[in-house]
């Protein structure tokens, strides 16, 4: 095989051996162009091996990638099939046609895909690919909160295990939030929910809807880092720029911001609009992904890492597919019970849109649950 230095017994070589030579520039020069305003050409010999394994590698395995929006860009733009925010990549889980998933994305998102796709096998190319919202919670704590509260509807946020989806009655993300939150209270006749684990989350939906919200005290460890202050000094330094957060940021973030939404709100809206100048309030690669497809926008980028994400990487994505090692599982039972607030959440009429949040509504108390 061109592009490679074999192991003896292993039509697929050690990452380390996979070389840039003659077959595999032509196999790959076609992708360079989406990625090259940013990674350097003295970068891409050193990625372009890897992709055009991976490229190689999934039609053999009958695999599918789906990539998330803070994917670093080679793995975005260059070895993922579907892309997007979360609440893309599960509808579109269930849709695969392929036997084998790759989840570029943390491993609350994998399961998902096991949920939706029991059938199919999923890999994550890192175990550890965790998240500091899914962490926030256990599903002993939402059978806590139900045991408190058994008259009020419990909307989780995607972000989570599939046992704290699994005590829950309805999912969310962060495009659709405000919708469910709706929803679950007009079924329930009721006029207040929870909504869990993350407490921005729900401060920012509360003020977008005449239903009352209690909450728990997780965040997004990337961004609760952003404050007001930081808005306040991007606004005097890019006084031209148009600036966007997502809704997992402290509702005083969001409130100096001239638009809020999930990540793929924010890239319907660049695309959209083309501001000239724009800022991402959000995880760092982001930006760079939304870059790739508005070269005609300037982007300034304040961002911060979710490290979580960046374990994954086109190295584990290969390793995971050559061994098809990294298996998700969950157990059935959970998955049955996960999978019914999943689907109370797709079983929403679809939005045409990503809709957004208006940023200039006044904040509304949050109280936590008491359990
Ligand atoms: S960006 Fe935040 S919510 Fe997303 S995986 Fe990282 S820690 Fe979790």
Known sequence: MDGMHFTPGNDWPEADALVYDDAVKARTDHLYPRVKDVITPMEWPLFAPL?????????????????????????FNCVGDITGDSLKLAQVAAEAEEDVIVQAGVHFMAETAKILSPGKTVL?????????????????????????YPHLPIVTYVNTSAEVKAYSDICCT?????????????????????MIPDQYLAKNVAAQTSIKILTWKGACEVHEQFTAQDIDDLRAAHPDAVILTHPECPPDVMARADFAGSTGAMAAYV???????????TEC???????????????????????????????GI???????????????????????S?????????LAAPPHFDTGKAPVAVPYVAV
């Open 51 to 75: 992709i055009d394994a991976i490229n190689r590698l999934k039609v053999e395995r009958g695999a599918t990638i789906l990539a998330h929006n803070y994917m670093t860009p080679e793995i």
């Open 124 to 148: 994550i190319p890192d175990m550890e690919a965790g998240c500091s919202l899914a962490a926030s919670i256990t599903g002993a704590d939402v059978r806590a909160i139900k045991a408190a």
């Open 174 to 194: 962060s495009s659709n939030a405000v919708q469910v939150v709706e929803a679950a209270a007009a079924q329930w006749g009721v006029d207040t929910v929870i």
């Open 271 to 281: 695309k959209d609009n083309s501001p000239k100048k724009a800022i991402l309030i």
């Open 285 to 315: 690669s982001m930006s760079d992904n939304v870059a790739v497809e508005n070269p005609g926008v300037q982007f300034v980028r304040p961002c911060n890492l979710c490290p979580h994400m960046k374990r994954i990487t086109l190295k």
């Open 318 to 340: 290969y390793e995971a597919l050559r061994d098809m090692k990294h298996e998700v599982h969950v157990d059935p039972e959970i998955a049955d019970m996960a999978r019914a």
């Open 342 to 350: 999943l689907q109370a959440m797709l079983d929403l009429p679809r």
